[in-house]
């Protein structure tokens, strides 16, 4: 079998066919870059409200934490003083009220106070001092990770 069809014709049809693909590739970008400006102008809109919500929500989970855990830390002193009470009267030495209660008491509220409480303390004034540098650091800390 023979091709009948002409050079040229061949020619103007494959120019055609890239033409078309050019003006919708170009089609394509415009409408990618015009969309793409409007996510980044969005964005830029909701950040300061994305960072406001944020900061709220670190500082009520910081006063959430401190609440718990002074709440538990009364409980814990509350056991303290038991077991200090136990202690001084003479009460049976292998009971867990006893010197051991008094010591695990004292290192659970030094743990309690040094590890939880002071840390989200420290978190809820960063926050409400200097909330850039929080945020500066709490995206470093993400990074590292």
Request: proline residues 3%; aromatic residues 10%; hydrophobic residues 50%.
């Amino acid at each position: 079998m023979t091709n009948n069809i002409p050079q040229e014709t061949i020619n103007n049809v494959l120019v055609n066919i890239l033409r078309g693909a050019q003006d919708a590739s170009s089609e394509i970008y415009g409408a990618s870059k015009v969309g793409i400006i409007k996510a980044v102008d969005f964005a830029s809109e909701q950040a300061p409200l994305v960072i406001q919500e944020f900061l709220a929500w670190k500082s009520a989970e910081a006063i959430f934490n401190i609440v718990i855990v002074s709440i538990a830390l009364c409980f814990v002193f509350k056991f303290m003083k038991w077991s200090f009470k136990a202690l001084k009267s003479g009460e049976d030495p292998d009971s867990p009220v006893g010197f051991m209660g008094l010591v695990a008491s004292v290192f659970l509220s030094a743990f309690l106070i040094g590890n939880v409480l002071i840390k989200n303390t420290e978190q809820l004034i960063k926050i409400k001092v200097a909330p850039r540098v929080y945020v500066i650091e709490w995206v470093s800390s993400q990074v590292k990770k």
